[in-house]
């Protein structure tokens, strides 16, 4: 009888820990913030300024009414579009060995500091990725570091989903700067 | 024996139940559309047209070949780009202290009615909220409502995802919008 | 005492599994890549010219210094900025009745070859579909194929997650292209 009810006991409590575990709720509980992919990559951008064809990785496309395409406009560059393709290295160096390129579009959109918004892709091709990685989000550069989404990704990052923190790493003028990209996904397939 | 028969039926009944949960039909089924977290805010986007360099908050920055940039274009504005830095505010008062920022891009992409497509971010920053929220979709803006998707977030609303209902609650010529926005998250970490 | 530490054994299996179904990492590895909804359609983009105002689904609305907006920019059309509206059918033929409608934006992004970056939905409307999906990705236009990724959806398509292989079904001169797209949902709810 001890023994009985020792079990009809332990087979309770199965069932209620089993039954919270079915709940929306208690699985949304269980979602830890722990990435399950950590990357860092930098990319360059050398932005077409008139003089600079052969060397240049951006260019303006679109300004506002009082802008030009090969001078970044006043009022914080506000209304810039600017389409990039840019290196990826694996160290802080322009000249190393590219691993991939960003491509996207970001656009100058504050007019009283720089601030940006990103659409882009890291498509990574090197012995150790294959794939792309997908990132939308507000750029508020003249913060250290700022967050961007991870929203999707391909190949080696099939249906990832995270988080990038954007640092500037070098800032040369209105032409060269570099950002570093600290990749944590939290979602990995 | 009536009990050895009872405790062996009550585990070949867990162990069917636990095996269902476990497979990934079962996990897909789960998900509720029960939002986790329920928001509403307006922006308010005042476009330059020339004259309101003062007060606008956003600006045509590409055009079509027919188009120009202080006037919105013929066929309904189709071809049209917008840069916007929108105040946020809680209630539908311009004058109401902004809570955040909405920033990013709208392009009308429709010749034949007023449709658009956006990808922005509500960049938060009071007392309440401290984090940026992304979206992204189309806005066939003569209806009353329609649905936008949140790709991502950060800060307070790292990683989330959900559907944004959009409303135009003010429409005053063609320099004024106010917009409603009912953000419903789905997934909250 | 067999029949006890029969049970008893019993009973630690199952806790030593649920437990382990309840880790974060067991989630995680959960995940297959068996889609839960296969879709294909097709899109056609009739680019405007200076002469097709009629027929053309979409215009260049931004371009770098050295473009215009009635032709495709040289050095691959990088940076040209293209702001669309395009029928999606489902089989290959431009005339066939649309389900609905792809609209957003692409941008030429590299100087070496054609290259793409695309942000759009699908706005479907038909008996069958009532929904949007929306894309965002690199587009490397002279491989065969290429993926990019669901971002979201709304409607039919709420919460969707998943990935679009794009193939070009044909292409016309620089006026009219037809992509194929392969749309696999990973995440339905």
């Known amino acids: 009888m001890e023994l009985t009810r020792f079990i009809l006991a332990l087979v309770f409590f199965l069932m209620m820990t089993v039954g919270s575990w079915g709940s929306p709720n208690h699985w949304r509980k269980k979602r830890v913030r722990e990435p399950c992919k950590k990357l860092v990559f930098y ?15 951006s260019a303006i496309v679109g300004t506002p009414a009082w802008g030009n395409r ?18 990826i290295t694996l160290d802080n160096n322009l000249h190393s060995a590219p691993v991939g390129r960003a491509q996207g579009i970001y656009i100058y959109d504050k007019k ?9 892709s890291f498509v990574l091709n090197s012995t150790q990725h294959k794939g792309s990685i997908n990132f939308a989000g507000a750029d508020p550069l003249m ?21 990038a923190t954007l640092s500037t790493d070098a800032f040369e003028g ?16």
């Open 70 to 87: 090969t001078i970044l406009a006043g009022q914080n560059h506000f209304g810039d579009v600017v389409v990039f393709d840019d290196p």
């Open 43 to 57: 990319f360059h951008d050398i932005i077409y300024n008139g003089h600079n064809s052969k060397n240049a990785t």
């Open 174 to 189: 209105e032409v060269y700067f570099r950002l570093r990209a600290d990749i944590n996904l939290f979602e990995c397939w």
């Open 143 to 163: 913060n250290k570091t700022r967050d961007i989404s991870v929203i999707g990704g391909t190949g080696d990052f099939f249906m990832t989903r995270g988080v």
């Open 112 to 120: 009283e500091i720089f601030t940006a918004w990103l659409g882009f």
